[in-house]
């Protein structure tokens, strides 16, 4: 069964919408988790955002990289350069691609102007997860 890791810096948007996105459109034939460099705590407006879109996310936990599940997984996507640039080193046969989605948490601005951003965000991942989906189908 293929394993995928999502790594951003602190495990509170990006990484979990990420996982959310996976577990709901790669189903149960892949092994899903994430993971940050740094653990930041889950963001709600990650949360009020998936939920949008159907998928709980609430009872999320930020977690720390668990360098076993790292150095097992097929494939590791970073989400931002942070986690590019401090992940750490894995084996050859660790597929790694790197998403450069801008980090929503620092969004400024109304609620509403927030919102948006990670909305954005949010259809970005959507969007990149349904390709892999499709690329795997392949």
């Not at 979990?16 to 996976?22: D, L, P, S, T």
């Not at 709600?44 to 977690?63: F, H, L, T």
Request: with cysteine.
């Amino acid at each position: 069964m293929p394993q995928i890791y999502f790594l951003c810096t602190g495990n509170s948007c990006r990484s979990q919408m990420a996982e959310g996105f996976a577990r709901k459109i790669l189903g149960k034939q892949w092994r899903v988790a994430s993971a940050g460099i740094e653990v930041h705590g889950l963001n709600p407006n990650a949360v009020k955002v998936m939920a949008e879109k159907g998928i709980d996310i609430a009872k999320n936990k930020s977690k720390l990289v668990d360098t076993d599940y790292l150095n097992s997984s097929d494939l590791v996507v970073t989400l931002c350069g942070d986690a590019r640039d401090r992940c750490p080193v894995t084996p050859a046969t660790v597929v790694k691609q790197h998403w450069p989605l801008r980090d929503p948490a620092l969004a400024q601005g109304t609620e509403a102007d927030v919102l948006t951003v990670f909305r954005q965000v949010r259809d970005q991942i959507e969007s990149r997860i349904l390709e892999l989906a499709h690329n795997q189908g392949e």
